[in-house]
C-alpha cells in the first residue's frame, strides 16, 4: 500500500461546510481540516448562516485564500 499527498483538492465539485457555529480564529483550521488547499476559498451568508466555500482549480497554487464575504454583520 503507498500513501500520497495531493497538493490538488480532493472535491471535484464546489463544496459548502456550514462554520456558523464556528469562532472566527478557528476558519484556518476549517479549512485545513476540509483539504481545500489548492482550491479557491470563501465565506457565504445564506439564510442567516454562514458557510466555508471551497471551488476546486485547475491551478498549481497551494495557498489559502480566505475572502471575508459582505455583510458579515
Known sequence: MSVSLEDRPR???PTRV???????DRIADRIRSNRVAGGEVHLERRG???YLVAT???G?????????SRGNG
Do not use: F, I, L
Open 11 to 13: 472535491y471535484a465539485a
Open 48 to 50: 442567516g448562516r454562514t
Open 56 to 58: 476546486p482549480t485547475d
Open 60 to 68: 498549481e497554487s497551494s495557498r489559502y485564500r480566505v475572502e471575508a
Open 18 to 24: 456550514d462554520v456558523t457555529e464556528c469562532r472566527t
